[in-house]
Every structure is written in C-alpha cells, then in structure tokens.
C-alpha cells in the first residue's frame, strides 16, 4: 500500500459515522503494551499500559458523567504531563466531550479567556493550579486528585459515545501571536492526518523511543505528543515538569530517546551549553518555529543525524515537511521546510503559503468558532484555497521556503524583505544564540520602514558597537545590501507567547 492509498484507508476508517474516540485512541490496542512512559523529574519512570488507561479512563467517565459532563461539552483541562491528564482526557473523549487545552504556564487571564470563549461551565486541574482558576467565578473547578479518588470506587461506564469522523474532538485556541486567539473546533477524523504525519514525517517505528518535548496544552504537543502516538498505537514518552535543556539531553541519554520532535528554541537552547555526548538519535525533527540553516548542520554533528524542519498551524497540524520516512523522504535543500505531506497539496497563492482543498483530502480545517469573518479571511474568495497568511516560495520541484508571518513583511524601499531571510544569516554568526528581526519606521522618512535585529548572545559574550557592525555586514554580505539592519540591539531574552514563538509585534512596539 503506498502513501496515497494508506492515508485514504485511514481517512476512511477515521471518519466513519459510528466513529468513537474511546476506540480508536484506545480501546482496540493490545491491553499489555505500553502506551505512555511517565518520567517525573528526578528521572524515575513509570509505564502505562493501554489495558490501564482503558480501565482507568471508564472509571473516570463514569465519575465526569455524574458532573454534569456530557457529550459536546466544552471542558477545560489544566493539568502538566502526569498520568491524571491522560486518564481524564481519555475519560471526557469517552462521553462525547470536548477538551479545551490550557497550558499550565497560562496566568489567569488566558485561561479565563478560553474559558469564557469555549462557554464552558467547569474547568478540571489541581492544587498546584488551582489558584489561576478560582477567580473565574462563571465556572466550577473540579480538582483531578479528588476525582480520581472517587473513580477508584466507581464502576466502569460500559459504552462510549460516537461523535463520528465530523465529531469536535478539541476545541483549541490560536497562539495569539498575531491577535486575540481564535478558537479551532478540531473533529475526529483529524486523526488521519496527525497519523499521517507521525508514520509519514516522524517516521516512528516500533523499535524507537518517541519523544515530542512539546507540551499539550499547545497543538504541536497535543496533537503528536498525545495523540497521533495514541491513534497510531506507539509509546510516548512525557516529562512531567518544564523545560530546561539540561533535563532535556538527560532524558535523551537515560531513556535512549532514538525519534526527538521539538522547537526551534529546545534545539537552540541544548546548542547554547550542554554537552550531547551518549546522544544517538535516528530522527530529530523540528516546528513551531522556523529553523535555521546553522541548526541543521549542529544537529549532524552533535545528535548523531540532522534535524529536519516541518511546518504547520494550529488549524492545520503539520501539512509540510522534510520527511523521514524512506517511501516519502527527498534530499533537504538548506532553507526549505520541505513538501507537502501525503495526503496535501500545497502552492503559492496571493503570496502567501496556500493548501489546495479540493486536492488535500486531509484538511479537516472548516472554521474558527462563531468568527466567520476570521473564517472568511482564511480562504480565497471561491474556497479552492486554505491561505496561511505566512507568505513564502516554492521552486520547480514543490520544496516550499517560509518568508514570514504575512504581517511581519518588512516594506523597506520597495522591497518585501522575511524576517527569517535575515534571521537565518544572523543566526550563522559563531555568537548569536537567537534572534528576531522586525520593520521599524524609517526615521528619514525615505524607505518607509528599516530593518531592525533583537539578538540574544552565547553566554559569555559581550555584544558592543563592534560586533553590531560585524553583524551588520554579515547580512550585507550573504544576504542582500537592501536588507541589512540598520540598528542591532542586543537583549538578554525574545518576547515569546508561552509556546515559544517569537511575538514580533512586542519588538514593534
């Protein structure tokens, strides 16, 4: 069966009209096989056996039920990587629910907007959360500890809800980045495409160790940390505390992680100074942000493969990549993301990085909740196209580069100049760690807007008028005269949403 005939099984199987979560997330894997490896943070580890998770979680329903929950309810869930977050996602999925992710970085504020947003009435999380809620007085919050103390004695609910391949899954929220977040009603049937890409992309095996370090209270985490590993029925492994790149390259090493997806910024920050020996990675792959050429090339020499960029969005899941697996991989061209994913079809359209719908059968993206003119702005006018307001190129042989973010577009004396162009030079230089560049107004008044670069040093270096210089010509000279910064300012850290894309809009201001 080749690509096209496998994601087409799975799209077939995935949207079916009797379609239960609980089944295909769940209950069909063979009971004894492990389904999560549960690290705490002093490294101690323990397995979750699918067999657990379905007992558990059919405890925990009938717990959630007796709460009032039920299907197409809106349920916002704070919790970090722990084994309750599974068992009560896994629990709501079984009564139809839907899981409104919160990150637990979130102060009150973000989590009162999802919450006001998805309309929901009871918020699940705990102690060490449980501060950030209680000021939000429209919803009740219901502590994970006690309900799992009640499912200990609860009988299990016997028969799961349906909702169909059309059925709304999660209702998840747009990073903010760029605007207020937009809520995006993911259905069940998106799990053909997040299976797609963890076997067509990721290329995990049965023989590897999967780790995606990204958290799921974010898309990138949720969808292929949690559940593509669960759809496709493979071991994932979760870290129950928040980043740090020590913690990172340790459970790497104790666990012998073989298949790593992460950001942009966890590859960055290991580079930064931590050592990576006993690293041997078979798969590292990168998104959420776009990666630099000088990661790439790291990534060979010190985890034992390179790092390959994919791209994607909340509305999306990954739909772009330099993939791994051999039926679908191509040579990596420097600066590309890569090519459309089985299962899409990708283009140029009005500038900005387009998928074709009628040809992209995996597209399960309809709309924002109740924002039909956010909705509208999404498409061209006739519906043929998804745009992705990220403007970007593609060359005779379909690889697509990103630009940038269609409203970080420098207008600089005619010019359109992306800000990754630019970034992606200055972030070659042997001392810059991180970097961002926006359009500032042009004080003169003469090229409308000028290139302005935020750069984040290697510890230990001192930026000065000297080096700014050198940076400045670093662009002049690989890159273009046109683009160059005119003011370089060196901070200790990027503005970052809690996802850790970099808010360019604060840089603006």
Same mark, same amino acid.
């Given at each position: ?75 916002? =869930?704070?919790? #970090? ?57 429209? +919803? ?38 760029? $605007? ?22 990721? *290329?995990?095996?049965?023989?590897? +160790? ?11 985490? &949720? ?8 759809? @496709? ?16 390259? @340790? ?49 060979? @020499?010190?985890? #034992?493969?390179?790092?390959? *960029?994919?791209? $994607? ?20 061209? +420097? ?7 089985? #299962?899409?079809?990708?283009?140029? =359209? ?41 403007? #970007? ?15 970080? +577009? ?19 230089? @042997? ?42 010509? &670093? ?15 060196? =901070? ?18």
């Amino acid at each position: 069966m080749n690509a096209e005939q496998q994601t087409q099984a799975w799209l077939e199987l995935y949207r079916a009209q009797d379609a239960s979560a609980a089944h295909l997330l769940c209950d069909r894997h063979d009971p004894d096989a492990v389904a999560f490896t549960l690290v705490e943070p002093d490294l101690t580890a323990q397995p979750m056996t699918w067999g657990e998770l379905a007992a558990e979680s059919r405890a925990m329903a009938t717990v959630l039920a007796a709460k009032g929950i039920g299907r197409g309810d809106r349920v916002p =869930v704070l919790l #970090g990587k722990r084994r309750a977050l599974v068992v009560t996602l896994m629990g709501l999925w079984r009564l139809g629910a839907v899981h409104v992710p919160l990150f637990t970085a979130f102060a009150t504020g973000a989590i009162e907007l999802r919450t006001e947003s998805a309309g929901a009435r009871v918020v699940v999380t705990d102690a060490s959360q449980r501060d950030k809620v209680d000021p939000i007085a429209a +919803v009740t919050v219901l502590d994970v500890d006690d309900l799992v103390a009640e499912a200990a004695t609860a009988e299990p609910l016997a028969d799961a809800v349906a909702i169909g391949g059309d059925g709304t899954l999660v209702q998840l929220y747009t990073s903010g980045t760029t $605007g207020k977040p937009k809520g995006v009603p993911v259905p069940l049937f998106c799990l053909a495409s997040f299976h797609t890409y963890l076997h067509y992309s990721l *290329d995990v095996s049965d023989d590897d +160790v999967f780790w995606n370090a990204a958290d799921p209270g974010w898309a990138y985490g &949720l969808y292929y940390a949690l559940l593509a590993p669960m759809v @496709a029925g493979r071991t994932s492994l979760l870290l129950n505390q928040g980043f740090t790149p020590e913690s990172t390259v @340790a459970v790497i090493r104790k666990f012998g992680v073989t298949n790593f997806a992460a950001a942009p910024t966890i590859y960055r920050a290991i580079r930064a100074g931590v050592g990576t020996e006993g690293i041997a990675l078979r798969r590292a792959s990168s998104a959420g942000e776009p990666l630099t050429p000088d990661i790439v090339e790291w990534g060979i @020499a010190n985890l #034992g493969c390179e790092v390959r *960029d994919h791209y $994607g969005q909340t509305e999306l899941g990954m739909v772009i990549g330099n993939h791994w697996h051999p039926e679908v991989a191509k040579p990596v061209k +420097v600066g590309s993301m890569g090519q459309a994913m089985p #299962g899409f079809t990708a283009g140029i =359209v009005e500038g900005q990085i387009a998928l074709n719908v009628h040809d992209s059968p995996l597209l399960w993206f309809t709309g924002y909740d109740d924002a039909p003119e956010k909705t509208a702005e999404r498409f061209t006018a006739d519906g043929s196209w998804y745009l992705t307001a990220d403007t #970007g190129t593609q060359d005779d042989e379909g690889y697509l580069s990103f630009s940038s973010r269609d409203d970080d +577009v420098i207008l600089a004396a005619g010019y359109r100049i992306g800000p990754f162009d630019v970034e992606s030079v200055l972030a070659g230089h @042997a001392w810059v760690n991180e970097v961002a560049v926006v359009g500032r107004p042009d004080p003169e008044g003469i090229r409308g807007e000028v290139v302005e670069a935020f750069v984040v040093l290697k510890a230990g270096v001192t930026g000065d008028d000297a080096l700014a210089t050198e940076l400045k010509h &670093l662009v002049r000279d690989k890159y273009s005269k046109h683009a160059y910064p005119r003011t370089v300012h060196f =901070v200790e850290s990027l503005p970052k949403t809690p996802s850790g894309k970099i808010q360019r809009f604060i840089l603006r201001q």
